[in-house]
């Protein structure tokens, strides 16, 4: 089935505090597991991404960790900063190169 | 390089009338995609072109939705007989590499 589903919602944690989003897929052609943010009256853009020939994905303060076998993947932003509170979508790539979206989680980082 | 650009970014229509919303990719991505976002429903696909080809348009709204795209430098999406409900934010995007997809600043409607 082709749905990725994310959680939670909405997220809030304290600055400094690793923020840690979730994903989950069915479709096992997925092959490639891109996140993406996007700040009030922005648009999303991509921030980092992970194919499922890897487990970890690290790019700063950002991490992708991905269970292939689960079909889970999450995001870890440590030592969060305000500046980092936005709306997170976590998205697969299916057999068409098309992307299929999660429905969002609003991050919300308390100074 | 410009980015993706939309235009309108703010468009105004009176309930029943027609609204036109265009899109330039980025030069030499061959894919295009539309989507709708609102705070209720989120971020909804709506039609994808690749090659200047429609892929798939499973997210459109058959009866009143439209797009083309009639060359590789621009697109568009058509509403006919606007509702109100159509109020949103549309999203055009497009990708050269499949997954690392680009957005533009969308084009906020407005139907009253």
Redesign the interface.
């Known amino acids: 089935q082709q749905q990725v589903r994310q959680s939670p919602q909405s997220l809030t944690v304290w600055e400094g505090e690793t923020a840690i989003l979730n994903c989950s897929y069915e479709d096992s052609t997925f092959d490639y597991f891109p996140w993406y943010h996007q700040f009030p009256g922005e648009s999303p853009a991509l921030l980092i991404a992970i194919r499922p020939v890897s487990n970890k994905k690290e790019d700063g303060r950002f991490t992708i960790f991905f269970n292939k076998r689960e079909k889970k993947f999450s995001l870890h932003i440590a030592d969060s900063q305000p500046g980092d509170s936005a709306t997170y979508f976590c998205a697969a790539r299916d057999s068409n190169y098309q992307l299929i979206w999660g429905s969002g989680t609003k991050l919300i980082i308390k100074p | 390089n410009a980015g993706v650009i939309q235009t309108p970014r703010h468009k105004v229509t009176g309930k029943g009338q027609e609204a036109t919303l265009w899109c330039e990719p980025i030069s030499g991505h061959s894919?295009v995609?539309w989507y709708r976002q609102t705070i209720v429903q989120?971020?909804e696909?709506l039609t994808?072109f690749?090659n200047q080809a429609p892929?798939?348009d499973s997210g459109m709204p058959k009866e009143r939705f439209s797009a083309q795209m009639p060359n590789q430098s621009h697109s568009t999406l058509k509403i006919q007989s606007t509702q109100p409900q159509d109020s949103a934010v549309y999203?055009c995007a497009s990708s050269l590499d499949?997954?690392?997809?680009?957005?533009?600043?969308?084009t906020r409607l407005t139907v009253v």
Not at chain 2, 98 to 106: A, D, E, L
Request: hydrophobic letters at 45%.
């Open positions: 894919a995609f989120g971020l696909f994808y690749r892929i798939d999203l499949p997954g690392k997809v680009f957005f533009g600043k969308g």
